[in-house]
């Protein structure tokens, strides 16, 4: 008797081909949690993902190219623009969506510090969330310890306004969230941040304003309470009395 090739019966996994953002939202929704352009899911990212997902982007970014007409193929300045963008999305200016906090090491207040300290400016290199245009600026914070707060070092701040503002956001949440942040690593008596920044989405676009800034600020704790210590650090920060 002839013999009949043997059917593979490997089983195919269900989600095989489903693309990988719709795996890492599936996980988001069923955690419910909300994934705005703001926020953080660097844990619902599994290892090798985030490679994937750049793939899946570039393949998108090229399908925009193609619908304003460019002649990618053609054109030697866009012919690999589309995987460009897309590792600058994932793996620069949007790198605080999908990366996980920046490790910040606190110490113990060993020597009673409670007097202001004041950390800044720190550059600021984020986007806006409505048109995805540069938002370009600085931060100053003021920090009031206590003998319970916590002491990171200076260059962590930089490192936590950094992974903060990487993301597409408004700068009046912006600010927010990296108070938040700071009040929940620190501790302190009071946290006064003041932000200034430039908009591209001002000067490149609409109105074209080239000159116009935003200047934002987030007061906690005594700050709110002391307007003479408010004073005082706003009288400090350099180049803003």
Known sequence: MSSQPVADMTPIPPDEGTPVSVKIRERIAAARKRFNANDNIAEFIEPGELERLLDEVEVKMQGVLDSLVINTQDDHNTNNTARRVAKMYLNEVFKGRYVQAPPITEFPN????????????????????????PVMGKIWIGIMPNEHTNV??????????????????????????????????????????????????????????MDSKMINSVMRGVFLKDSALRREFLSLIPGRN
Not at 110 to 133: D, K, Q, W, Y
């Open 110 to 133: 060993a020597e009673h510090l409670n007097e202001l300290m004041i950390v800044g400016p720190l550059t600021v290199r984020s986007a806006c969330s409505h048109h995805f245009c």
């Open 152 to 209: 990171i070092g200076l260059s962590k701040y930089a490192r936590i306004v950094d992974w903060v503002m990487g993301r597409p956001q408004i700068q009046e949440e912006a600010v927010v969230q990296l108070a938040d942040l700071i009040m929940e690593k620190t501790q302190p008596d009071g946290l006064a941040i003041v932000m200034e920044a430039s908009h591209f989405c001002m000067s490149w676009r609409g109105v074209r304003d």
